[in-house]
């Protein structure tokens, strides 16, 4: 695979995430169990969809930003 294919892939699952996290917590709140999400993070672990959510798109999210910075 070419660089490019492969950076590209990981902006869009990045992006495709934050949308999801995004969407979990908007659909929470309309249906008010946003509590029931509670703990995102307990002793250093994601728990949960919504903090396993949160930690790969952010995980995604510093390796586009490594990867801008280096090509």
Do not use: C, E
């Not at 934050?18 to 993070?41: C, E, G, K």
């Amino acid at each position: 695979m070419n660089k490019k294919i492969i950076y590209r892939t990981i902006d869009i699952i990045a992006i495709i995430l934050w949308i999801i996290a995004l969407i979990v917590i908007v659909l929470s709140i309309i249906n008010h169990n946003f509590l029931s999400l509670t703990p995102i993070f307990t002793h250093n672990h994601p728990q949960g969809v919504l903090g396993w959510d949160i930690f790969l798109a952010l995980i995604l999210s510093i390796v586009h930003f490594m990867t801008r910075t280096h090509s």
